[in-house]
């Protein structure tokens, strides 16, 4: 009943930049933090960015200073912003969030489908 919808990724060559959003839907009570993970191909799972619902912010070292997370107004969307891409940044972005179901108030991560993001010249 809870989904994260992700858009915005593509090709980009090395330096450029791209901008992913998340939207969150379905019955969500409150959202306590979103983030953005990527997978590489044979790679594990690692967390890019996270942001807390008071505004808190993490970053993986690789990205520090080049990456920005995010909240929209609405608090159901996250954004990262990512500037001066790197061919290492290639992956499958995943949205993530941690929310409390509007319905039963249990606590719930949900992910959602990935994007592609491809940096290359």
């Known amino acids: 009943q809870v989904q994260l919808v992700e858009s915005g990724g593509g090709l980009v060559q090395p330096g450029g930049s791209l901008r992913l959003s998340c939207a969150a839907s379905g019955s969500i009570f409150s959202i306590n933090a979103m983030g953005w993970y990527r997978q590489a191909p044979g790679k594990q799972r690692e967390l890019v960015a996270d942001?807390?619902?008071?505004?808190?912010?993490n970053y993986v070292d690789s990205v520090k200073g080049r990456f920005t997370i995010s909240r929209g107004n609405a608090k159901n969307t996250v954004y990262l912003q990512m500037n001066s891409l790197k061919p290492e940044d290639t992956a499958v972005y995943y949205c993530?969030?941690?929310?409390?179901?509007?319905?039963?108030?249990?606590?719930?991560?949900?992910w959602g489908q990935g994007t592609l993001v491809t940096v290359s010249s």
């Open positions: 993530n969030a941690h929310l409390i179901n509007s319905g039963n108030y249990r606590y719930l991560e949900v």
């Open positions: 942001i807390t619902s008071v505004g808190s912010t």
